[in-house]
């Protein structure tokens, strides 16, 4: 059977020596036997062994972490669990990552068509990136409940003019009132506004929402800061959110 000395079992796993002290140290990384000089001797399941822990290390776990890992019955299995979770992390990390990166393609994107790139500016850029996804999360909530009311509100008119039955009208309009006042609340409360002029963002009146002129992003409004009117930016900001700020 082949044995390695501290130097050797170093050498075949790209670590120093005194790391193989250290871990002998820590008990996780003990020599199989002695030579009759009382040198430590390491064979090939130690060098798996340093092998497997400097992989973890790799993988940011801790000594201690390791130390447990390896004094497990089942060590392979929780092993694997453990690999299993850092994968998702790292999975996740990665995510982060591109969204980062997708974030500083749409900054450049917008800096590129000829704006000034003044702090204000990119301020702006940065809370209509930022409240994206959850704009988005908003406009599909109000999507998806608003079918089921088109649905009924579709029926009912067949039912009237084909069948001369305008019950089911009441009934739609029983529904679509309620649902009308709930969603329109719910909308006023989840958007805020920038400002182009002063880039300040305000929450303007439900009044003024609803009979601005608008598109799909933005609203006609003026801006309570320095009363300019004109388009504004639509973005997701909770009441609750300008609450905490106040």
Not at 93 to 101: A, G
Not at 113 to 140: H, N, T, V, Y
Not at 162 to 191: C, D, E, M, Q
């Amino acid at each position: 059977m082949a044995t390695y000395t501290s130097g050797e079992i170093a050498k075949i796993c790209q670590v120093t020596v005194r790391t193989v002290q250290y871990y002998d140290k820590r008990g996780i990384l003990s020599p199989t036997t002695l030579s009759e000089g009382g040198r430590r001797l390491y064979s090939e399941a130690d060098v798996k062994q340093l092998k497997l822990i400097c992989f973890l290390r790799e993988l940011g776990l801790s000594l201690k972490a390791i130390e447990s890992l390896l004094k497990e019955e089942d060590a392979g299995h929780v092993i694997d669990l453990v690999l299993e979770e850092q994968s998702k992390d790292l999975h996740a990390q990665l995510l982060d990552i591109h969204e980062k990166l997708n974030k500083i393609k749409q900054l450049k994107s917008q800096l590129d068509k000829g704006s000034e790139a003044s702090l204000e500016k990119i301020g702006d850029i940065s809370r209509i990136m930022a409240s994206k996804k959850e704009l988005s999360q908003m406009r599909w909530v109000i999507l998806m409940t608003g079918i089921p009311v088109t649905l009924l509100q579709w029926f009912a008119l067949y039912e009237g003019l084909a069948h001369g039955n305008w019950g089911y009208v009441l009934i739609w309009l029983a529904v679509a009132v309620p649902y009308g006042i709930i969603i329109s609340r719910y909308y006023f409360k989840s958007t805020a506004y920038i400002c182009p002029n002063c880039h300040e963002v305000f929450k303007p009146s439900f009044k003024q929402v609803f009979w601005a002129s608008h598109t799909p992003t933005m609203r006609q409004l003026t801006c309570p800061h320095c009363h300019h009117q004109g388009f504004c930016v639509e973005i997701y900001r909770k009441e609750e959110q300008d609450e905490r700020h106040s």
